[in-house]
């Protein structure tokens, strides 16, 4: 089975920045990509960005255009999320999830990790 770990969050300051991080352990055949998702309380879960295994195929949400950068390190089993210029507006639980499709919704996604919080200060 596959299992993914996020760490990174905690409070910034609006403007500041966050690197988020998820490792993977376990079987890694067929997944396609790796994507992060947020979720803040009374919301829908959304897409924020997602990279393939491969690292050739990136998408953002227009929301985190030009600010967020998503990477990954597939030696280390790892998957970046760089936030810059957070907004008070994106404090949510953030989310790692891997898929075999190349989808954006959450319904693209098998595995979950258990999320972490990000809380960003005005």
């Known amino acids: 089975q596959l299992q993914l770990v996020e760490s990174g969050g905690g409070l910034v300051q609006a403007g500041g920045s966050l690197r988020l991080s998820c490792t993977a352990s376990?079987?890694?055949?067929?997944?396609?990509?790796t994507g992060w998702f947020r979720q803040a309380p009374g919301k829908e879960r959304e897409f924020v960005a997602r990279?393939?295994?491969?690292?050739?195929?990136?998408y953002y949400a227009d929301s985190v255009k030009g600010r967020f950068t998503i990477s990954r390190d597939n030696a280390k089993n790892k998957v970046y999320l760089q936030m810059n210029s957070l907004k008070t507006e994106e404090t949510a639980v953030y989310y790692c999830?891997?898929?075999?499709?190349?989808?954006?919704?959450?319904?693209?996604?098998?595995?979950w990790g258990q999320g972490t919080q990000v809380t960003v200060s005005s």
């Open positions: 999830a891997a898929g075999s499709r190349a989808g954006l919704s959450p319904l693209d996604y098998n595995s």
């Open positions: 990279v393939s295994w491969s690292g050739g195929s990136i």
């Open positions: 376990g079987r890694t055949f067929g997944i396609y990509a």
